[in-house]
């Protein structure tokens, strides 16, 4: 740039050259300082998460095996494994995700794809987002006004798993949402102009192009929905039930059942005399539960990108 | 010439976006067959135009139309299968779209969506579609890598390759060569002079050079407005029935 001016204005180049150097250097410098910034900011967010992982680890070690897994928690809880409330969060997120996601995809692709600009549609989409801001604590008393007394549904998986799939049920829709808005208009006017339906535009060209941010936005309410514990402790987590021994399908839909993030709360505050190790190793295993399917919506993130077709 | 059928009747149509006035009032008829272009700067309501033809204004909810636009006698505002109505008429965006499929799912995606499954007649039709936009030498090797892949002037003759496949009887072309090589906009000069008087094709196109070199006759609208409509031989000669059309078509104005 500088050369370019020099040649082109001969005469003043000296000064101006001089002062154009210095700003490009100050530009330079201004470039270094605001990656290290970054960098250091990003670096900030690794260091809490890495200690936590590792003090939980660290903490859980004497008790982490196969059999802390597969064990129900036997003398009072204060001895065993976690598999009555692993199974249990399963069958929450499990449940929650069947009833949310299929909904919330449905109602994104109709606020996206059908719904007209205007005053129904605005409301909803601010129901949406306040719903999604909504402290789990109101949606536990809802689930309890809703699924346990007035739908006599008592305090059971299903009505646990129905306010679980209220509470990320906003947010599924405003992610899948914008899943979809990321597919260019272009495309759609495209399938229109050759006489495609909408349902024929969104169901070849508009989800297959947007099922990679779709699957992402209903994975991440997975860790929601297994690291709540208000809103299934009114509608259907209780402190302990007992279940078989290696039951792989302990609950009935209509039973109460046990909880990781319900049983990390019990044991570490209501139940006197627990080892230390204890609810450190319940803790592993709820925040394993959670990275592993966080890993795999990466993995198959990745697989889906490496795929994308524009 | 012989005496040509009109192919679309276009009555007193007036479209509104909201309170856009987008066209006030335009009256002319497209005939059969031929290549008709219509020029103007742009806001003119050039696309509009087009988008009311092939009903697509149906998804500019804000849109109003009035007066009449009839394909072969009937009023489209009406017609029951809009589908069969926009499968009828081909359409080309300025922009080249390459749908996220491969080559080959491109041109067959309409075919396919009409409901033709035999894959011998979708061969027959890809490649029939393909060699008339003047792109089937060039992709011949790979119809099956993504058609978005393809530079921005293969792109534009897959466009055209995509509006030929569901056989229409009308071709609209709308500023097709904004966004492409000088080149390719030749090529794609060569295939319209090919499909003449096979369809009828509606030339919208920024460039009146264009137009001149193409069409039989051709539309010049402002503003919304239709200020002059005849055949190429009086719009651009030096005495067009109006003085505007004379100033925009010499680059005068606009
Ligand atoms: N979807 C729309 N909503 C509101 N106004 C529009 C819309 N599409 C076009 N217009 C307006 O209508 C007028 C005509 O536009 P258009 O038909 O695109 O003209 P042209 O193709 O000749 O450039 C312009 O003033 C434009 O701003
Ligand atoms: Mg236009």
């Known amino acids: ?310 | 010439m012989v005496k040509q059928n009109p192919k679309i009747e276009i009555s007193d149509l007036k479209v509104r976006y909201d309170d856009v006035h987008a066209i006030n009032g335009i009256s002319f008829d497209i005939l059969e067959n031929e290549i008709f272009g219509i020029i103007g700067p742009a806001q003119s309501g050039k696309t509009t135009l087009l988008k009311v033809i092939n009903r697509t204004i149906d998804f500019s909810p804000e849109a109003r139309v009035t007066g009449r636009v009839k394909v072969d006698g009937k009023d489209v505002m009406r017609v029951g299968n809009v589908y069969a109505l926009r499968r009828k008429i081909g359409m080309v965006s300025p922009l080249p779209v390459g749908l996220p499929l491969s080559i080959y799912d491109n041109v067959a995606f309409a075919p396919r969506m009409a409901g033709i499954r035999e894959r011998s007649q979708l061969d027959e039709l890809v490649e029939k579609c393909l060699h008339q936009a003047a792109l089937w030498d060039e992709v011949k090797d790979r119809l099956h890598s993504l058609g978005t892949k393809l530079s921005g002037g293969q792109q534009q003759r897959l466009t055209i390759a995509r509006a030929l496949s569901h056989e229409p009887e009308i071709l609209c072309l709308d500023e097709f060569s904004i966004a492409i090589d000088p080149v390719t906009t030749m090529k794609i000069e060569d295939v319209l002079k090919q499909l003449r008087s096979k369809m009828t094709v509606i030339l919208v196109t920024n460039l009146v050079q264009q137009a001149r070199r193409l069409a039989d006759r051709t539309a010049f609208m402002m503003n919304g407005e239709l200020v002059e409509v005849g055949s190429n031989d009086v719009i651009f000669s030096d005495n067009p029935a109006n003085r505007k059309t004379y100033e925009y078509v010499n680059g005068i104005f606009g």
């Open chain 1, 1 to 310: 740039m500088s050369s370019v001016e020099s040649k082109s204005n001969p005469k003043g180049s000296g000064v101006r050259r001089f002062a154009e150097s210095a700003g490009i250097r100050r530009k330079f410098r201004q470039e270094a300082m605001v990656k290290w910034l970054l960098a250091g900011a990003t670096g900030m967010m690794l260091v809490p998460l890495i200690l936590i992982i590792a003090y939980l680890v660290f903490k859980a070690l004497p008790i982490l095996s196969v059999g802390f897994l597969l064990d129900n928690p036997v003398k009072g809880m204060r001895e065993g494994g976690v598999w009555a409330p692993f199974v249990g969060t399963m069958y929450l997120i499990v449940i929650s995700l069947a009833i949310a996601a299929p909904i919330g995809v449905l109602a994104a692709v109709y606020l996206n794809e059908y719904a007209r600009e205007g005053w129904f549609t605005r409301i909803i989409n601010l129901a949406v987002i306040n719903l999604a801001g909504v402290p789990s604590i109101v949606h536990a008393l809802f689930g309890l006004g809703a699924f346990v007394l007035f739908a006599g549904l008592g305090r059971s998986v299903l009505a646990a798993s129905l306010t679980l799939a209220i509470m990320t049920l906003p947010v599924i829709i405003a992610s899948t949402k914008e899943a979809l808005a990321s597919v260019p208009m272009s495309f759609r006017q495209a399938c229109w102009n050759v006489g495609a339906t909408r349902w024929q535009t969104i169901r070849h060209i508009v989800l297959p192009n947007s099922i990679s941010g779709i699957l992402t936005g209903i994975i991440l309410q997975v860790s929601r929905a297994a690291g709540e514990t208000a809103p299934i402790m009114f509608t259907g987590a209780v402190f302990f039930k007992k279940v078989q021994q290696g039951d792989m399908f302990p609950y009935g839909l209509l039973d109460q059942c046990m909880a990781l993030s319900m049983h990390l709360f019990t044991i570490s505050t209501q139940v006197p005399g627990v080892p230390m190790e204890l609810p450190y190793g319940t803790a592993v295993v709820l925040l394993a539960t959670v990275l592993l399917v966080n890993i795999c919506s990466i993995v198959l993130r990745v697989y889906l990108r490496s795929r994308k077709k524009w």
